[in-house]
T-cell receptor, first 111, second 111 residues
Framework: RKEVEQDPGPFNVPEGATVAFNCTYSNSASQSFFWYRQDCRKEPKLLMSVYSSGNEDGRFTAQLNRASQYISLLIRDSKLSDSATYLCVVNGDSSASKIIFGSGTRLSIRP | SQTIHQWPATLVQPVGSPLSLECTVEGTSNPNLYWYRQAAGRGLQLLFYSIGIDQISSEVPQNLSASRPQDRQFILSSKKLLLSDSGFYLC??????????FGPGTRLTVT
């Protein structure tokens, strides 16, 4: 089993739709979790951290399920500009060597 | 505020030639620094990370090396490039194990 696993997609949804991605992780001791967004041929950019209590930033909601070892990202009222690859990141502990990036989920929003 | 610089933005080098990519961070002290490579259509592969000057850890054995001669400077080098070294090289910084922030990247093509 991969340490961090994501559905590669692509997810192709109409503008205005709600879309959700999951990301599973294998290390039950993982301590911190993030979602990044990467546009084509650009660097990844931090979208949001994922807290145990869940967090929301505008149209984006991130949740953590420790029991089932996954994190999720929900995008409501999707915009054309949301088209990108979404990377899940898991930090196994506080050391630098345990930060694992998922391979990403491609999202394409159509008009 | 913190900023991270990488150069060059693009590079085309012949097989067997040397490589030097530079990354500098401004606006923070004693950051963790990372070098990643992303092959076309693939996830991020951690190559090196550093928790301080002259403290480098290698994650993947290869013909690349890294150095950190100053607190906010991270250099990726190779004495002889291989075709398989082509990819998108990303430098990132973080404070301890927290969120990582990426530079704009260097797109390397080895011919």
């Amino acid at each position: 089993r991969k340490e961090v696993e994501q559905d590669p997609g692509p997810f192709n949804v109409p503008e205005g739709a709600t879309v959700a991605f999951n990301c599973t992780y294998s290390n039950s001791a993982s301590q911190s979790f993030f979602w990044y967004r990467q546009d084509c041929r650009k660097e990844p950019k931090l979208l949001m951290s994922v807290y145990s209590s869940g967090n929301e930033d505008g149209r984006f909601t991130a949740q953590l399920n420790r029991a089932s070892q996954y994190i999720s990202l929900l995008i409501r009222d999707s915009k054309l500009s949301d088209s990108a690859t979404y990377l899940c990141v898991v930090n196994g502990d506080s050391s630098a060597s345990k930060i694992i990036f998922g391979s990403g989920t491609r999202l394409s929003i159509r008009p | 505020s913190q900023t991270i610089h990488q150069w060059p933005a693009t590079l085309v080098q012949p097989v067997g030639s040397p490589l030097s990519l530079e990354c500098t961070v401004e606006g923070t002290s004693n950051p963790n620094l990372y070098w990643y490579r992303q092959a076309a259509g693939r996830g991020l592969q951690l190559l090196f990370y550093s928790i301080g000057i002259d403290q480098i850890s290698s994650e993947v054995p290869q013909n690349l090396s890294a150095s950190r001669p100053q607190d906010r400077q991270f250099i990726l080098s190779s004495k002889k490039l291989l075709l398989s070294d082509s990819g998108f090289y990303l430098c990132a910084w973080s404070i301890e194990g927290d969120e990582q922030y990426f530079g704009p990247g260097t797109r390397l093509t080895v011919t």
